[in-house]
């Protein structure tokens, strides 16, 4: 039997209403998420990931200079749904799946945000990453509000075959209650999920929505196979490289961190190699800067020479563990690696890894959160109090979602980019060598030529809008710091707060 619990913003018992809700199933004040991998750093008095999502958020408020009318708007969580349902393991055995999906503003349709699958999910946990993408969304120009969602599961429990049925059974949940579409509600792969169940749920809503020719648009980060873009599995790592570069040309961070603008020479330590660890591990690696250390869920690995990024990731692929790699030491306990000597830190992993037990033994001299929530509020204000650069998520992570929306863009307009346009590109630029020939009197070679007059492919135009949007993110959020005279983390919230309530305010409310 499902049991859905849907909750949609009701002007004057909105407040009354989550707090039903939350009795209602089951789900205490405090996170029951209490995982030795996201507490082992973190104080029993220091808040949850949502309660830390909303202190900073109350922070950037208070210097926002918007109404506290507008303020209360944007901070609640706009709907919730919540669903359990059987799926048949065997043919005498079932069990009963939760899901959630929030939909923490419409402000801006469709509503954005990933889909994970984890043990750990909870409501307040996916109530807060919704949040935390609606300020992504707002800091880099996305013009989505934020969503999220999550299946409560270990998906390496499970076989293929089941997690299909899973993945479309939560798929029918969304349809039905109208929490999926191109124009309502676009989710996107997350921890424990990929391109794999972003195809299946794009073919479930296709079967319920045989009608709508933008089904494709339903949701990102799909197979390219299947309609998505060329860059997306990369995106967020690659943004993570672009905001750390943008950093490190600013006067004000090289006189804090005491680094210089180039990222060769730099030593770097990822916290967490899944997609975005890995690809933000192979980007800087690629750029001249040497991986000293690398933490996964088990164990670290660690070697000042550096590591072979490629290589252990290939390791780790045959083995399952970074042990036995070559001369690297190998840490028992990974959040340790976080506390080596680096120029740079990266988390990557999950939320609440840096806190009040272990962030006075932190010695990076900047740190770029690359996963969301890596850092408690407390942890936050040692680390600025120090002089420490930290780059706040909302800002360095939202690579992912920006090629999201380049995917979108693709699926609403049903044609690759460049396709229209590459040809006639080449062909200008070919006309134009070959009046500088005659001039100069020189013929360059067939490769010369080709590498002058090469058309934009996808991924590049791809790979050219993140990095046009990451450093205007980082110059707005830079400006903002300088100008509220405070850090990167709040001065990027700042942004996002007035954004959004510039749109709500302009467009006005139908309900007051």
């Known amino acids: 039997m499902v049991v859905p619990v849907l909750l949609r913003r009701t002007p004057g018992t909105l407040a009354a209403a989550i707090r039903l809700h939350r009795v209602a199933v089951g789900a205490p004040a405090a996170r029951f998420m209490s995982t030795h991998v996201t507490n082992a750093a973190c104080e029993d008095h220091e808040p949850g990931f949502l309660g830390s999502v909303e202190t900073f958020f109350d922070r950037a408020a208070k210097i926002s200079g918007v109404s506290e009318k507008s303020l209360t708007g944007i901070k609640v969580v706009d709907s919730v749904l919540s669903v359990k349902f059987p799926v048949e393991i065997d043919p005498d055995t079932h069990i009963i799946i939760e899901g959630y999906r929030a939909q923490h503003s419409r402000h801006r349709l469709p509503c954005k945000g990933g889909i994970r699958f984890s043990d750990e999910v909870d409501l307040q946990e996916v109530e807060a990453l919704a949040s935390l993408m609606t300020y992504k ?237 890596p850092i408690t509020p407390a942890a936050h204000d040692y680390l600025v109090s120090q002089g420490k650069v930290v780059i706040p998520d909302l800002l360095l992570n939202a690579g992912g979602v920006t090629v999201s929306y380049f995917e979108w863009l693709k699926n609403l307009s049903h044609v690759r980019f460049g396709r229209m346009s590459r040809k006639w590109e080449e062909a200008g630029k070919n006309k134009l060598l070959t009046l500088v020939e005659e001039n100069a009197g020189r013929q360059l070679t067939p490769q010369e030529r080709r590498a002058v007059i090469h058309g934009a492919e996808e991924h590049e135009l791809v790979y050219s809008g993140l990095e046009d949007t990451m450093i205007g993110a980082c110059e707005e959020t830079r400006a903002t710091a300088a100008l509220k005279q405070t850090d990167f983390r709040t001065a990027a919230l700042v942004n996002a707060i007035q954004k959004i309530s510039t749109v709500t305010t302009q467009s006005g409310q139908m309900f007051l």
């Not at 040497?290 to 083995?319: M, Q, S, T």
């Open 137 to 373: 969304c707002a800091v880099v120009d996305v013009p989505f509000g934020g969503a999220k969602g999550g299946v409560k599961l270990n998906p390496k429990k499970f076989t293929p075959a089941q997690l299909e049925r899973i993945t479309r059974r939560y798929t029918m949940e969304l349809c039905q209650k109208n929490f999926i579409g191109p124009g309502v509600d676009v989710p996107a792969p997350d921890v424990g999920t990929g391109p794999r169940e972003m195809s299946w749920i794009m073919d479930t809503y296709r079967q319920f929505n045989p009608q709508d020719v933008n089904a494709a648009g339903c949701v990102t980060g799909k197979p390219v196979s299947q309609g998505g873009v060329r860059g997306r599995n990369e995106a967020t790592g690659l943004g993570v490289y672009y905001g750390v570069r943008e950093f490190l040309q600013f006067p004000e961070v090289q006189k804090m961190s005491g680094l210089t603008a180039e990222i060769a020479g730099k030593t770097v330590i990822v916290q967490g190699f899944g997609n975005v660890g890995y690809w933000a591990a192979k980007f800087f690696h690629n750029n001249g800067a040497k991986i000293i250390g690398i933490g996964e869920h088990d164990v670290a690995a660690y070697d000042p020479n550096g590591l072979d990024v490629e290589a252990i990731f290939k390791h780790r692929l045959e083995k399952g563990t970074f042990r036995g790699f070559g001369n690297a030491q190998i840490i028992e306990d990974p959040i340790k690696i976080m506390e080596r000597e680096c120029d740079i830190l990266i988390p990557a992993a999950l939320e609440r890894q840096i806190g009040l037990k272990n962030v006075k033994n932190i010695k990076a001299k900047l740190i770029g959160e690359a996963a969301n929530g």
